[in-house]
């Protein structure tokens, strides 16, 4: 079983910007699309991006234009830029890998990581 860990979260003022990283454990990581997700407390984790084992990407509406996934196989890292950040993007965010991305959705695995705080404040 692949184990994620997450890193990178902090305070920020709205317009901010973070870089969340997180690292998995494993020699497979290449083989799989990866995604970012977020979750506020009392709502279902969403995933907002993705990218695939040849590079590609998508976004959630909300996020498209602000958010940057990119991944590193020699590090088994997946990266999330995250700019002009907005109070509603307040959450803990995780990462896993995921079926695929032309439908941001599910999970592949079922063990998740403790998560990074991100919080937008003025």
């Known amino acids: 079983q692949v184990q994620f860990v997450e890193s990178g979260g902090g305070l920020v003022q709205p317009g901010g910007s973070l870089r969340l990283s997180c690292t998995a454990s494993?020699?497979?990581?290449?083989?799989?699309?990866m995604g970012w997700y977020r979750q506020v407390s009392g709502k279902q984790r969403e995933l907002v991006a993705g990218?695939?084992?040849?590079?590609?990407?998508n976004y959630v509406d909300s996020v498209k234009g602000r958010f940057g996934i990119s991944r590193d196989n020699a590090k088994n890292t997946v990266y999330l830029q995250m700019n002009n950040l907005k109070p509603e993007d307040t959450a803990v965010y995780y990462c896993?890998?995921?079926?695929?991305?032309?439908?941001?959705?599910?999970?592949?695995?079922?063990?998740w990581g403790q998560g990074t705080q991100v919080t937008v404040s003025s």
């Open positions: 896993n890998a995921v079926p695929h991305i032309a439908v941001l959705t599910g999970a592949r695995f079922n063990s």
């Open positions: 494993g020699n497979t990581f290449s083989f799989y699309h």
């Open positions: 990218v695939s084992t040849t590079f590609n990407t």
